[in-house]
């Protein structure tokens, strides 16, 4: 009952006391101010505005791409799914950009008090781009692996471990430029999304220290950091390869170990796991 | 090795470290009687926050204040936050470790929010035998905060402050006592804020919170932790202080906060209302 959903027909989601169970409202008293009810909706309005506080403070692109009335429409819903468990606060951010990916409408999607709507892909980039902030900036320390000539025979058999304090983005808009602009911008309405780029844009995210940083990455070099988390190294540069143009190939091995070599330099590995035996 | 930090001194003034506070803090290394912290933000292993508490743990005691205990709720406590309460509070060495006399949620799901419960007889000695467990567990003195609430039940059948008393008597454990939580209910319900102190057996008090509240136009106060310290409630620490002083006092300011120096001169005038 504490946490009965918002009433969104008043746009301002105000609590819904006449939903609350009677026999449950009549265990608690009123008081010279406030009957039992509104006193118990104090409950449920802290409960809702304090999760979607944090909600705001992990997803803050998110938050002003769709409003904080839509977006919070959405929080709520996902949370009624998803009631948060535990003492951590930070357990039940995990699986929203995924939720979105399922709950966004398939064409576009409407924005409170506005006319014009969103597409749904620059909703869940953003929200990919800010659960990757969140997720990086949290990371445990770690140490960056550094291959040595003994790891070279078991290099294409074996798979590399992604550090969590890196991850690579990618942009269909300017996307990571708008949540930094967000950042500096107070205000509840939603902001215009940019216009699209002419090509999709991929960025790798570090934390450096207690710092978060940005480094752009050419296309083929996030496909080859995105690959060799998911594959070994040989089949994770075989599918590289095979996604190549022609044009592409000619100097796919220098490319290769020069993003190889970054990707080691830049401490995005944690560490390299043998092959399991057959 | 890290440097052990100053003993906390009985009249000490602390400050609830907030992450708006780090850039003053590292530049300027303000002297702060001590430092509270809330568990909840220490038990994970992110980096940028083991970072900073090893910066502040080097320079400030540090004390732990939690909101994840759930010590009146039905389920078993949980043994393994339990058991990352007890690491941090060992790695900060703090003095003692504080949580409310509340539930937090049930049926495996979390309200985030610190609730009241009917007070009763029956509850005390559950609530009295968790918080000797969570005492013994962590090795060092622990303390239960009053709640500021916002709602009574028909069945209680004493007064807050009564079942406060019981529990911690009975549990042998501590009054972690927040004055303005103690103004806010006694506004909100109608009782003397006089009479909560006077049932407060201040030889057991391990330290007094003192926090800004809001007033909502029907007249309820809501425990936002975001303005200074109402004049009431200055008045009701003095009071305490008169009653049952020296304890260690810690300013809560937790939303709109306003620059370091601004919260640590409200903290100051601690000493002023006191003297």
């Known amino acids: 009952m504490l946490r009965t959903p918002l009433d969104g027909t008043s746009g301002t989601l105000a609590v819904t006391p006449s939903s609350y169970d009677r026999e449950l409202t009549e265990l608690a008293l009123a008081s010279t101010k406030l009957g039992s009810t509104d006193r118990l909706a104090i409950y449920n309005r802290q409960y809702w505005f304090r999760l979607f506080t944090v909600f705001h403070g992990a997803f803050p692109l998110t938050t002003r791409l769709l409003s904080h009335f839509t977006f919070n429409a959405y929080v709520s819903r996902f949370l009624v799914a998803r009631p948060p468990r535990g003492w951590d606060l930070d357990a039940m951010l995990v699986g929203f950009d995924d939720f979105l990916l399922e709950a966004l409408p398939a064409g576009t999607v409407p924005i409170a008090g506005q006319r014009v709507g969103i597409e749904p892909l620059a909703v869940v980039q953003a ?69 699209r780029l002419s090509q999709p844009r991929f960025w790798l995210l570090l934390r450096t220290g207690t710092k978060l940083g940005l480094s752009a990455l050419e296309p083929r070099e996030a496909q080859l950091w995105r690959l060799l988390q998911e594959l070994r190294v040989g089949a994770a540069l075989e599918k590289l390869e095979a996604d190549c143009s022609s044009g592409e190939r000619v100097d796919l091995p220098t490319n290769t170990q020069r993003w190889l070599a970054r990707s080691v330099t830049l401490g995005l590995w944690t560490g390299l796991e043998a092959a399991p035996p057959r | 090795m890290v440097a052990r930090p100053p003993e906390l001194t009985r009249d000490a003034l602390g400050l609830g470290l907030r992450i708006p506070h780090y850039a003053h ?106 918080a000797a467990f969570v005492q013994r567990q962590l090795g060092r003195p622990f303390g239960l905060e009053n709640l500021s609430s916002y709602v009574e039940f028909r069945a209680s059948t004493m007064p807050e402050w009564e079942f406060y008393r019981a529990v911690v008597e009975q549990a042998g454990c501590w009054f972690m006592l927040d004055v303005n939580n103690i103004y806010v209910s006694s506004q909100n319900h109608g009782f003397s804020a006089e009479a909560y102190l006077r049932a407060i057996d201040f030889s057991r008090v391990l330290q007094v919170h003192i926090a800004g509240h809001s007033r909502e136009a029907n007249g309820t106060i809501i425990d936002t932790h975001d303005h200074a310290v109402a004049d009431t409630v200055w008045q009701l620490y003095a009071d305490a202080w008169k009653m049952g002083g020296p304890f260690p006092t810690l300013l809560e300011w937790d939303d709109r906060i306003p620059p370091l120096p601004e919260v640590l001169a409200e903290l100051a005038k601690a000493a002023r209302v006191r003297a």
Not at chain 2, 77 to 105: I, M, Q, R
Request: hydrophobic fraction near 45%; proline fraction near 7%; charged fraction near 20%.
């Open chain 1, 127 to 195: 929200a990919r781009i800010d659960a990757a902030f969140h997720r990086v900036f949290r990371a445990p320390a770690v140490e960056p692996f550094h291959p040595r000539a003994e790891h070279a025979e078991q290099l294409l058999s074996s798979r590399l471990s992604a550090s969590p304090a890196a991850a690579v983005l990618e942009e269909h808009w300017p996307l990571c430029e708008l949540r930094r602009a967000v950042a500096l911008a107070a205000g509840e309405a939603a902001v215009a999304l940019p216009e």
């Open chain 2, 25 to 130: 803090l590292l530049e300027h290394w303000p002297h702060i009687g001590y430092l509270e912290i809330i568990s909840e933000n220490f038990l994970g292993d992110a980096m940028p926050a083991r970072r900073h508490l090893d910066s502040m743990r080097e320079r400030y005691p540090i004390v732990l204040h939690g909101v994840g205990l759930n010590l009146l709720g039905h389920a078993p406590l949980d043994t393994a936050y339990l058991d990352k309460l007890g690491w941090l509070a060992e790695y900060v060495d703090a003095p003692f470790v504080s949580d409310h006399l509340c539930w937090t949620g049930g049926h495996g799901e979390s309200h985030h929010d610190l609730l009241p419960v009917p007070y009763v007889e029956d509850l005390i000695g559950v609530a009295a035998e968790r």
